[in-house]
């Protein structure tokens, strides 16, 4: 896992550029949502998660963010409907945060961030070999992107908090099976969508971006959890705390955000 880019003064996104040219391209993440601007249609539908097998594998610290990973080899896990054009298969989940405060979040509403962000990344099966290829085409991925604000504790979010002292360090991993994401799901499925990017490097312009409306309410002291992990690896000498891996907005650049209600 040699990464070269990172969210600090020298490698963090504002950097990103130099490696990662497409940084500057025509339709980058995340973006500020502005709800009186996105255009309702009448023709999207609802979205529909498919989580109930429960195909997670494992949770592991991966140098910027924590990762869970699915079993991506079949269609037991999909998203579907919405603007996608098939089912999508759920690959990862991680989140983005910040430090202490409000911001942390990568997509923004009307200028305001929220603590966290959560990502559920899947891809098109249907049109493409591996997730690899997908993550290279312009309509390879489907990231749902979820709001986290602090609040009262969350019900599920500690079956994760529990186990994110076993994935301290970069590069670590631990087995996590049988986790079904629909208990982060907030109970409306209401959404934006826009075509966009990853957020980190390679920053490919691969996907189709659907945006929960609203979020989901998780306590500070679960957020702290998140903030005791390391970018760093357990040899290194110097310890950096995870947080603040995020992205901020980029330029909309003439892109239409469309409403489901
Ligand atoms: S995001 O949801 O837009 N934040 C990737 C997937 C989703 C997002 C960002 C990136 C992704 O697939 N990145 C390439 C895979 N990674 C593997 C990894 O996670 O370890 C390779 C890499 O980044 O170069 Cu570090
Ligand atoms: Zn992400």
């Given at each position: 896992?040699?990464?070269?880019?990172?969210y600090?003064?020298?490698?963090?996104?504002?950097?990103?550029?130099?490696?990662?040219?497409?940084?500057?391209?025509?339709?980058?993440?995340?973006?500020?949502?502005?709800?009186?601007?996105?255009?309702?249609?009448?023709?999207?539908?609802?979205?529909?998660?498919?989580?109930?097998?429960?195909?997670?594998?494992?949770?592991?610290?991966?140098?910027h963010s924590?990762?869970?990973?699915?079993?991506?080899?079949?269609?037991?896990?999909?998203?579907?409907?919405?603007?996608?054009?098939?089912?999508?298969?759920?690959?990862?989940?991680?989140?983005h945060w910040?430090?202490?405060?409000?911001?942390?979040?990568?997509?923004?509403?009307?200028?305001?961030?929220?603590?966290?962000?959560?990502?559920?990344?899947?891809?098109?099966?249907?049109?493409?070999?591996?997730?690899?290829?997908?993550?290279?085409?312009?309509?390879?991925?489907?990231?749902?992107?979820?709001?986290?604000?602090?609040?009262?504790?969350?019900?599920?979010?500690?079956?994760?908090?529990?186990?994110?002292?076993?994935?301290?360090?970069?590069?670590?991993?631990?087995?996590?099976?049988?986790?079904?994401?629909?208990?982060?799901?907030?109970?409306?499925?209401?959404?934006?969508?826009?075509?966009?990017?990853?957020?980190?490097?390679?920053?490919?312009?691969?996907?189709?971006?659907?945006?929960?409306?609203?979020?989901?309410?998780?306590?500070?002291?679960?957020?702290?959890?998140?903030?005791?992990?390391?970018f760093?690896?357990?040899?290194?000498?110097?310890?950096?705390?995870m947080e603040n891996n995020f992205?901020?907005?980029?330029?909309?650049?003439?892109?239409?955000?469309?409403?489901?209600?």
């Amino acid at each position: 896992t040699g990464h070269h880019w990172g969210y600090g003064k020298e490698d963090g996104p504002s950097s990103w550029y130099r490696n990662y040219p497409v940084a500057e391209g025509n339709r980058q993440s995340p973006i500020d949502i502005v709800p009186n601007e996105a255009s309702h249609d009448r023709d999207l539908g609802p979205i529909m998660t498919n989580y109930d097998h429960c195909t997670s594998i494992n949770i592991s610290n991966n140098g910027h963010s924590v990762v869970v990973e699915f079993n991506d080899s079949d269609d037991r896990s999909v998203i579907k409907g919405g603007p996608l054009d098939n089912p999508y298969r759920l690959k990862q989940f991680h989140f983005h945060w910040g430090g202490k405060g409000h911001e942390g979040s990568e997509h923004t509403v009307s200028g305001e961030g929220f603590a966290s962000e959560l990502h559920l990344v899947h891809w098109n099966a249907v049109k493409y070999k591996t997730y690899g290829e997908a993550s290279t085409a312009p309509d390879g991925l489907a990231v749902l992107g979820i709001f986290l604000e602090t609040g009262d504790d969350h019900r599920w979010l500690h079956m994760i908090t529990d186990v994110l002292y076993m994935v301290k360090y970069k590069g670590s991993i631990t087995d996590f099976k049988g986790f079904n994401p629909n208990c982060l799901l907030p109970s409306s499925l209401h959404y934006w969508t826009y075509l966009g990017s990853l957020t980190t490097p390679p920053l490919h312009e691969s996907v189709i971006w659907i945006i929960l409306k609203e979020p989901i309410e998780v306590s500070e002291k679960q957020l702290g959890m998140f903030r005791m992990l390391l970018f760093t690896e357990e040899d290194d000498d110097q310890k950096m705390r995870m947080e603040n891996n995020f992205r901020p907005p980029q330029p909309i650049k003439g892109r239409r955000v469309r409403s489901s209600n």
